[in-house]
């Protein structure tokens, strides 16, 4: 496996950064991973995943969504709108560089965000969610202590995962106007939803209303007691190596 950095212009023309797992040997294909919210490229599920993947022959592209990580910009000036953004900016890299992504992939609110974003790359055949919401609003329930405040003072600022971010008023608007349901059912790709049942962060029904909204060919596979962020490496590599079998028939 050989593992190329990378940039390119996103939503807003900041650069983002990116990295390209690449397999020894043929490609069977490349995949867009996007990570979970307010987390990076680099975390545990998205670099065990993307290594896993290369070993069935899949490249991999990860990147730090507009003001996250390595990438250019101010997180507080983004939003389920300009996540999609960036991953059709990612996209198109791909498609430049290397060969259209036939894959998409997202984690947690990633996983929304390519359910959103999937119309745009005709040429993906499949979409896997994992632990996914349903509704991106979902996500305001991580800082709904702040939300009051947000809502009168435009602004403020909230702790995630022991760090602070900065959210503004328009990223409340903005994610209350995604509704996924139509998307879903438009999808006419193959869709997998990998959801652990014991999920804290994004409860299981969140998996169903996806799954039920779907028309097929769709699969569900539990991630029986993983947790939301799949920080074992066994759960993270056990995911890769589903989705690798599971693709093989699309890609």
Request: hydrophobic share 45%.
């Amino acid at each position: 496996m050989q593992v190329q950095r990378a940039d390119f212009p996103g939503a807003e023309g900041q650069r983002l950064a990116a990295r390209i797992d690449v397999p020894e040997g043929l490609v069977r294909a490349y995949a867009l991973f996007a990570h979970c919210f307010t987390c990076g490229k680099d975390i545990f599920a998205a670099s065990r995943i993307a290594q896993t993947l290369t070993e069935h022959g899949i490249g991999v592209l990860r990147f730090d969504f507009t003001g996250l990580g390595a990438s250019e910009g101010e997180f507080a000036n983004t939003n389920f709108s300009s996540n999609i953004a960036d991953l059709i900016a990612a996209a198109d890299h791909l498609r430049q560089q290397y060969e259209a992504p036939r894959m998409l992939i997202g984690h947690s609110l990633g996983g929304a965000a390519v359910l959103a974003a999937a119309s745009q790359v005709p040429e993906a055949r499949a979409v896997v969610t994992l632990c996914a919401p349903s509704d991106p609003s979902h996500v305001t329930g991580l800082f709904r202590q702040s939300l009051d405040a947000i809502r009168s003072q435009g602004e403020a600022e909230v702790q995630l995962a022991g760090r602070p971010f900065r959210i503004r008023r328009e990223f409340l608007v903005d994610v209350a106007a995604h509704s996924l349901e139509e998307k879903v059912g438009a999808l006419r790709k193959a869709l997998l939803v990998m959801h652990a049942p014991s999920d804290m962060t994004v409860a299981i029904s969140n998996a169903t209303s996806i799954y039920t909204a779907a028309k097929h060919p769709k699969s569900f596979i539990s991630l029986d007691d993983a947790d939301h962020l799949l920080s074992r490496k066994d759960d993270a590599i056990y995911v890769a190596n589903l989705i690798a079998a599971w693709s093989q028939r699309y890609l």
